[in-house]
């Protein structure tokens, strides 16, 4: 039997998803419907902190069109919500409760909730509620002296300590000691579909099931069931088409077991689907840091060791991922270069604010900036070009594999593959930096703020620990791919395809991808920190392996052949000496079964490490103090790129979330702890005259050795060191080194930069 073809992978074919979506036909959480729905609305606290003396409901609970209208007191059953992914202890009392029960910690934190039967209803009745709040001064700066978060906790959860080396000597020894204090700006992923779902029990089995925009249908399956004190196999969630996920879908909300627990109690459909504003009130937020990081460096700027003292704004509650984000943060901070010696203090604390979890690249966007930040100061502190001192540092091709004493996410860090120096030369010589420098040179002369800079990164994808995919063969001669993987926008249902077309012979355009549904397999674990293409794509590759195997054995049964001359050639199996053909649906009905399957399963115990630079020529109106990023090139070695043109379109998503971080995105609150960004008039996105077509260099000079496609994730590579770059190069126009100390650098900064 012929081995696997390669083809179509590697090859740029048009995503499958597309046509749904482009002719209208896409259905997202909104778009759910059943008869008698009831709909629900959140009544939320317009104060940051304070203590409830009462809520007073019944003015709203006597209104025409209300079924009935929950407090904390009304549903005891439903403890706070628990951790699904964190190895720290004693992070309990910092869960949220899906409704405030004695006080409330921000605002936007639902404390009630109407069910009425139609949804403008819910929304007017929600503002009769009467919630008598004792306002407290809240707590919105990190560094500010411990509070208290409740009787015997105070507001730091807890602190993420790493390291490894002797700090102390290191900085004993140092020719230079470098320092600085440096901010990330708190944004998310704001997608164009705002939260919602819907919750019902199906009418024919008892099942509840959920309808809305999943990410990890299995997983949060069980913690609802958990949770709620049902059974699992009574409790189906259904993903639809997703309108963006970037994190934001990353986790369960409170509305998710509200909802549920509703459809339970009350015996009818619930839908509940957010605005904008609250939207911006309520759903995850990420990235706020600041770092006070120090680097002892010898007299050709080598660091000699690192230590840093960080502190992570996680906001009034630790949602489902735990302190996940910081602790990323101080794991993969040292990105591609060697340094001898380490010490990292992360102290996670709250405030009252909305909670942080996971942004697109958490952790690693905001430990990118900081590290690019230090690489940067240290050519300057040694008068090297900053080029010259990533090479100094880089970790060489020759220690490859490359193993740190540090963890993220549980996983010792061990970069497996790569050549960073190599990745550098290309990408300078890709992006013909000598001819960018000179053009600067002559705008310069001509009286523009003009300036260039970049950033080298490491990312991190494949997070296992395990995936299993079915792929499904019937008497149509349909090919199923049956995963547990979900749709976020990145291309499942093409790649998938491709790799299962690859290994069976045929054409990717007719296989069917099933994803994101409890009901039709037993195990998955989503799609999210880049592992979807890694682990769903080599189990889809196992799976349609193990198909081919068992149709190759009933074709050299059928043909009365041996079973190393069948090939697969386009929907068939091919005896390779006489020409003879069997299509793949007679082979199914010679079997005698309705379905010939095969099943696949890949288990890692590392991740995988892509790699890559980012540039920038940003120009600064000295009037406006607007910063446009003009040119953005993107170098990045993925291992293997299934579909470079979908790699590509990741790559331009991430760069537009990461210009909106660098220079406009930001979540600000008052002293009261009011939030001053709840409407897009008052969060400013980048449009699409923001945000250059990127100069791309995708390599694939280093396959990952842990899957045998060599793959390595590429969701969010795009975005990682964004923010290090567009720094960099405002630094450059301005001719002040280490200027840019904060993101996002908005006018009013860099007002104050020119001005100071």
Same mark, same amino acid.
């Given at each position: 039997m012929t081995e696997l073809k390669r083809w179509p992978i590697g090859e740029r074919v048009l995503r499958l998803e597309d046509g749904p979506l482009l002719a209208g036909e896409g259905k997202f959480s909104a778009d759910w419907t059943f008869p008698d729905m009831l709909y629900m609305h959140v009544v939320r606290s317009s104060v940051a902190c304070g203590a409830i003396r009462s809520i007073d409901t019944s003015a709203a609970t006597s209104s025409a069109g209300v079924h009935t209208i929950w407090t904390a007191v009304d549903i005891p059953e439903i403890p706070p919500i628990e951790f699904r992914a964190t190895k720290y202890k004693g992070l309990e009392p910092y869960r949220q409760p899906v409704l405030a029960e004695q006080r409330v910690r921000y605002v936007g934190e639902p404390v009630a909730v109407v069910f009425a039967e139609d949804p403008y209803i819910a929304e007017d009745v929600a503002n009769r509620v009467l919630l008598d709040i004792t306002v407290e001064v809240p707590i919105t700066d990190v560094t500010d002296p411990l509070g208290t978060f409740s009787p015997g906790y105070n507001t730091e959860a807890t602190l993420i300590e790493k390291g490894y080396g002797d700090v102390d000597g290191a900085f004993k020894a140092a020719d230079h000691v470098v320092e600085l204090e440096l901010r990330t700006g708190?944004?998310?992923?704001?997608?164009? %579909?705002?939260?919602?779902g819907l919750a019902r029990v199906n009418p024919k089995d008892g099942r509840l099931e959920y309808y809305g925009a999943t990410k990890r249908a299995h997983p949060n399956r069980d913690q609802i069931a958990r949770t709620l004190r049902c059974d699992p196999d009574r409790l189906n969630l259904f993903e639809g088409n997703v309108g963006g996920g970037f994190g934001i879908r990353g986790e369960l909300y409170p509305e998710d077991f509200i909802i549920c627990n509703a459809a339970l109690r009350l015996g009818r459909p619930i839908r509940w689907i957010e605005d904008r504003r609250e939207h911006l009130l309520s759903a995850n937020q990420s990235r706020q840091q600041t770092h006070r990081i120090r680097a002892a460096i010898d007299g050709d700027g080598r660091i000699l060791g690192i230590d840093n003292q960080f502190f992570h704004d996680q906001g009034a509650y630790l949602r489902t991922h735990g302190v996940r984000v910081p602790d990323m943060t101080a794991g993969l901070m040292l990105g591609p270069y060697e340094v001898p010696a380490y010490r990292v203090v992360g102290h996670v604390r709250m405030t009252n604010k909305a909670p942080a979890a996971t942004y697109r690249a958490p952790g690693r966007y905001e430990g990118t900036f900081v590290r690019e930040r230090l690489l940067d100061a240290i050519a300057s502190r040694i008068k090297i070009d900053p080029i010259e001192v990533r090479r100094r540092n880089l970790i060489p091709a020759s220690a490859i594999p490359y193993s740190r004493p540090l963890d993220a996410l549980e996983v010792d860090v061990v970069l497996e593959s790569g050549d960073y120096p190599a990745l550098l030369t290309n990408a300078l010589n890709k992006f013909d930096w000598p001819g960018i420098r000179h053009d600067i040179d002559a705008r310069r002369l001509r009286g523009e703020c003009v300036g260039a800079g970049l950033g080298f990164f490491v990312e991190k994808s494949g997070l296992g620990p395990t995936d299993k995919v079915r792929v499904d063969l019937d008497t149509d001669?349909?090919?199923?791919?049956?995963?547990?993987?979900?749709?976020? &926008?990145?291309?499942?249902?093409?790649?998938?395809?491709? +790799?299962?077309?690859?290994?069976? &012979?045929?054409?990717?355009?007719?296989?069917?991808?099933?994803?994101?549904?409890?009901?039709?397999?037993?195990e998955g674990y989503g799609s999210h920190a880049s592992r979807t293409t890694v682990m769903t794509g080599e189990a889809t590759r196992l799976a349609s392996v193990a198909l081919r195997d068992k149709l190759a054995v009933i074709a050299a049964e059928s043909m009365q052949a041996d079973i190393g001359d069948i090939e697969f050639r386009d929907g068939r199996t091919v005896h390779s000496g006489s020409g003879a053909s069997i299509s793949f649906a007679e082979l199914v009905t010679a079997s005698g079964e309705a379905i010939v399957s095969g099943e696949g399963r890949y288990d890692t115990k590392h991740m995988n490490y892509p790699y890559g630079?980012?540039?920038?020529?940003?120009?600064?109106?000295?009037?406006?103090?607007?910063? !446009?990023?003009?040119?953005?090139? #993107?170098?990045?070695? #993925?291992?293997?790129? +299934?579909?470079?043109?979908?790699?590509?379109?990741?790559?331009?998503?991430?760069?537009?979330?990461?210009?909106?971080?660098?220079?406009? %995105?930001?979540?600000?609150?008052?002293?009261?702890?009011?939030?001053?960004?709840?409407?897009?008039?008052?969060?400013?996105?980048?449009?699409?005259?923001?945000?250059? %077509?990127?100069?791309?260099?995708?390599?694939?000079?280093?396959?990952?050795?842990?899957?045998?496609?060599?793959? !390595?994730?590429? &969701?969010?590579?795009?975005?990682?060191?964004?923010?290090?770059?567009?720094?960099?190069?405002?630094?450059?126009?301005?001719?002040?080194?280490?200027?840019? !100390?904060?993101l996002p650098v908005t006018p009013k900064r860099l007002w104050s930069l020119m001005l100071g």
């Open positions: 708190r944004h998310s992923g704001v997608p164009l %579909e705002c939260r919602g001669g349909q090919v199923s791919v049956v995963t547990g993987a979900a749709n976020l &926008g990145q291309g499942v249902l093409t790649v998938m395809a491709q +790799i299962c077309a690859g290994a069976l &012979g045929c054409g990717h355009e007719g296989i069917v991808v099933q994803h994101g549904r409890t009901d039709v397999i037993d630079v980012h540039a920038a020529v940003v120009a600064i109106d000295r009037d406006t103090g607007i910063a !446009k990023v003009e040119k953005f090139m #993107i170098a990045y070695d #993925i291992g293997c790129a +299934i579909n470079p043109l979908l790699v590509e379109g990741q790559l331009q998503g991430g760069l537009a979330q990461g210009i909106g971080g660098a220079l406009f %995105e930001e979540f600000v609150y008052d002293a009261s702890g009011q939030p001053l960004s709840s409407t897009f008039a008052d969060y400013i996105m980048p449009g699409s005259t923001e945000v250059p %077509e990127a100069k791309i260099l995708l390599t694939e000079d280093a396959p990952s050795p842990l899957n045998p496609l060599g793959i !390595k994730g590429a &969701g969010e590579g795009g975005i990682n060191a964004v923010g290090a770059a567009v720094a960099s190069a405002i630094d450059d126009a301005l001719g002040c080194p280490g200027a840019v !100390k904060e």
